[in-house]
T-cell receptor, first 117, second 112 residues
Framework: GAVVSQHPSWVICKSGTSVKIECRSL??????MFWYRQFPKQSLMLMAT?????????EQGVEKDKFLINHASLTLSTLTVTSAHPEDSSFYIC?????????????FGDGTRLSIL | SQQGEEDPQALSIQEGENATMNCSYK?????LQWYRQNSGRGLVHLIL?????REKHSGRLRVTLDTSKKSSSLLITASRAADTASYFC????????????FGKGTTLSVSS
């Protein structure tokens, strides 16, 4: 079945560091990928929609300069948390849709736990 | 933004009992999906029900959808300790290429 790989699964770094998270669709093409953020014991909140070859669409309240998204190919989207601070610590999850298919489940990565010291 | 509410927020049952979780949503949908998440892990897709379907089964799972009430329910029969997890409903809007919108989730604890 369709698989989405997310890397790294766990990051611990110092405040001020920029962190890049990769999301890959392994066996299908995805013109659209999605980035979610999840705080402990809460649901997933959509941060942005990543569009291959064009700018990402950010949800209200999400700083585009803070969370840089690049979707350079049909199988890879990256999220870079720039100058990360402790309040950016969270669980980040990406998902992707198979291109051209409707009424199909989205495929999720295993998530990245980001801890900023 | 989140689509709606799920209830209960938390549910504790004994092994062998059935667990029912409910989800309400606000806008029109293409389909509704249920996902499971173990603590600290990613999401696992459980079942998808289309807007023109009313009920769907998959193993010990039974999902209903009432589009007139904008609500869905997930029933897990004969629960097991391994079913302990958080369960989320997610609505898939009519617009192509849009993201799933998640409910707040139900945390299920099954004790043996």
């Amino acid at each position: 079945g369709a698989v989405v790989s997310q890397h790294p699964s766990w990051v611990i770094c110092k405040s001020g560091t920029s962190v890049k998270i990769e999301c890959r669709s392994l066996d299908f093409q995805a013109t659209t990928m999605f980035w979610y953020r999840q705080f402990p014991k809460q649901s997933l909140m959509l941060m942005a929609t990543s569009n291959e070859g064009s700018k990402a669409t950010y949800e209200q309240g999400v700083e585009k300069d803070k969370f840089l998204i690049n979707h350079a190919s049909l199988t890879l989207s990256t999220l870079t948390v720039t100058s990360a601070h402790p309040e950016d610590s969270s669980f980040y999850i990406c998902s992707a849709r198979q291109q051209g298919l409707s009424n199909q489940p989205q495929h999720f990565g295993d998530g990245t736990r980001l801890s900023i010291l | 933004s989140q689509q709606g509410e799920e209830d209960p927020q938390a549910l504790s049952i004994q092994e062998g009992e059935n667990a029912t979780m409910n989800c309400s949503y606000k806008t029109s949908i293409n389909n509704l999906q249920w996902y499971r998440q173990n603590s600290g892990r990613g999401l696992v897709h459980l079942i998808l029900i289309r807007s023109n379907e009313r009920e769907k089964h998959s193993g010990r799972l039974r999902v209903t959808l009432d589009t007139s009430k904008k609500s869905s329910s997930l029933l897990i029969t004969a629960s097991r300790a391994a079913d302990t997890a958080s369960y989320f409903c997610a609505t898939d809007p009519h617009q192509a290429g849009t993201a799933l919108i998640f409910g707040k989730g139900t945390t299920l604890s099954v004790s043996s």
